[in-house]
């Protein structure tokens, strides 16, 4: 049988699974996984998190109903402005007894328990428990939660109009600011535009000088 492996984020639960319709709070803070965003928008490794819910053990497992909140550095995707601040989460998970885990363990369905089966429309994150349902890891359920709702491009503000290209200036708080240049673009068409010009006034000036 191999060996479970313990982790900052396992959490005891076989007390509150011994029988449906038990719960079992949990207040505390665990140290943030690894994975969670990036340089632009994530939760640096090692971070508290701070998990405040509850476990309801029902006939075939555990549902954790809670919040996460966490400490996320960020900047604005648009104009470098930083956004660090708490980030909290509303969070429902299934942790399913397995299904060679004999009722005896869970002290089976007694007399006046209401059997309340939970399923994929009940429960969409769902996460295994180990070691026979004594304990649940909440690793996963931390991370993917996060990863899941913070955004891709944070913003400042949803019209932020970002930096200026040539300057790097801030244009929401000098939105008149702007550049005389010339389009690249078009400096070819302009230096043509200019010899055709030229041309065309020496023609008018030859076809003047022949007239006398």
Known sequence: MARVQYTDWTVPVSQVGSRAGQQM???RTFPA???IGDSIVGVDEGADIHVDGRFDSIVDGLIFTGTFTAPVHAVCSRCDT?????WSEQVTAFFPYAEEQPDAKRGGKQDGDVEVIAGEDEAEDVYPLIDNGSFADLEALIRDTFVDALPLQPLCRPDCKGLCPQCGADLNEEPDH??????IRFAGLEALKTQLEAQQGGEDTDGSSDEH
């Open 25 to 27: 709070e949990l207040d």
């Open 33 to 35: 996984p690894p994975g």
């Open 82 to 86: 930083p956004l660090d601040g708490d």
């Open 178 to 183: 702007h550049h005389e240049t010339t389009d």
